[in-house]
């Protein structure tokens, strides 16, 4: 079996980027370099890994999950159905996270708590970027947390994962840093179908109106925080006004900022402590 015979099969079931994204992938390949070799001869395994990936993709799997992983800040993590598949936004998140780790304490060495972790991508990229972070890692689903510790040991990285929802059950320890990109859509909020087909509702849903565990965290969150403290919330475009009032009903003295994504939507919601600096 030649790559271009490969190639030939994908592209009859599934879009030709797609076909040439997975083949490369299980080739070790940039999909570029396969036009340099269309006539290498490829191994009946790989091959036949590769037809399962394209009738997955073509009976409505998304491509990430058909591969098994997905790209996140430059590291490579595992995701299945249990997880959702991390967004380009939550790696912006992240970078604002650090940035505002970098600007907001002198000393590094911080615990900090990620809730609803699902495949970890957060928490572990924190902790991948800064070393002396202490990071937890929280979720309700036992099978999310299967994957999260996969991806822990596969980037070698010391976290603690434990089961929790949200703060509801979660014993109680003082943390300078929350983190959550919390589910927060709305229950009757039109998704794409790709989506709400493939990926786990669990993850997805926060009630009628997609606030529901914003509030669950902030209602508990003193009982978890320092007295200089961040919280950094990923947060559904049109939540900005929302999440902060929640988070002035719950926590006082503070200072609220809200970031815009790349395509210029408030995706970033930070909370900090007003009256501690340096």
């Not at 030709?16 to 191994?43: F, R, T, W």
């Not at 703060?167 to 859509?185: R, V």
């Not at 990926?199 to 320092?226: H, M, N």
């Amino acid at each position: 079996m030649r790559i271009t015979d490969a190639l030939q099969f994908g592209k009859s079931k599934i879009h030709s980027d797609l076909a040439k994204i997975l083949l490369a992938d299980l080739l070790g390949k940039n999909p570029l370099e396969l036009y340099v070799c269309l006539d290498e001869e490829i191994d009946e395994a790989i091959y036949t890994q590769y037809q399962r990936e394209v009738d997955a993709i073509h009976n409505g799997t998304p491509i990430q999950y058909a591969m098994g992983h997905v790209n996140f800040y430059g590291r490579e993590f595992y995701v299945n159905e249990n997880v959702l598949i991390p967004r380009f936004e939550t790696e912006e998140v992240v970078e604002k996270a650090l940035s505002k780790i970098k600007e907001k304490f002198l000393d590094f060495h911080l615990k900090v708590l990620d809730i609803g972790c699902g495949s970890g991508v957060i928490g572990l990229t924190l902790k991948d970027k800064m070393k002396d972070l202490d990071v937890t890692l929280t979720d309700i689903s036992e099978k999310a947390l299967e994957v999260a510790l996969a991806n822990q040991e596969k980037l070698h990285l010391d976290v603690q994962i434990k089961k929790g929802d949200m703060l509801n059950d979660l014993a109680i320890e003082k943390f300078d840093i929350i983190i959550s990109n919390p589910p927060y859509i709305r229950e009757k909020e039109p998704i794409e179908e790709i989506v709400k087909n493939n990926e786990p509702s669990i993850a997805l849903y926060a009630g009628e109106d997609g606030l529901l565990y914003y509030e669950q965290i902030l209602r508990r969150a003193s009982l978890y925080l320092k007295d200089k403290f961040l919280i950094v919330f990923e947060i559904g475009c049109e939540q900005k006004e929302a999440v902060t009032r929640l988070a002035e009903k719950y926590l006082t003295n503070i200072k609220i900022e809200c970031f815009k994504d790349m395509q210029d939507r408030d995706r970033i919601l930070v909370i900090e402590n007003a009256d501690i600096v340096g």
